[in-house]
């Protein structure tokens, strides 16, 4: 089993930063992949990112890139989401999440999600 908890989320003006956090906890939780996805009102959650166990390996979704960064302290066993340069459509629920594999490998735990407003 792996325990995830969000937090970091808030209400930021377009165009300001926000950095997520999530905290895994659990026998094996540095053996994890661990990703991001969001879910805005009326719309399918989609993948914004992942990073690999060690860190050394990550994926971001085309919409972030440039604007978005993931890492992972694994002594914290913590990974994090900087966003940068926020625009009113990253309004969402954000999720944190584990998987086995960055490839091929469904999401096996699930945090609660928090919320990330972006005003215009």
């Known amino acids: 089993q792996v325990q995830l908890v969000e937090s970091g989320g808030g209400l930021v003006q377009a165009g300001g930063s926000l950095r997520l956090s999530c905290a895994a906890s659990?026998?094996?939780?540095?053996?994890?992949?661990l990703g991001w996805f969001r879910q805005a009102p009326g719309k399918e959650r989609e993948f914004v990112a992942a990073i690999n166990w060690n860190g050394q390996r990550s994926n971001l979704a085309d919409s972030v890139k440039g604007r978005f960064t993931i890492s992972r302290d694994n002594a914290k066993n913590t990974v994090y989401l900087q966003m940068n340069s926020l625009k009113p459509e990253d309004t969402a629920v954000y999720y944190c999440a584990a998987t086995p594999c960055m490839v091929g490998c469904g999401y096996d735990y699930w945090g609660q999600g928090t919320q990330v407003t972006a005003s215009s």
């Open positions: 659990g026998r094996t939780a540095s053996d994890y992949a």
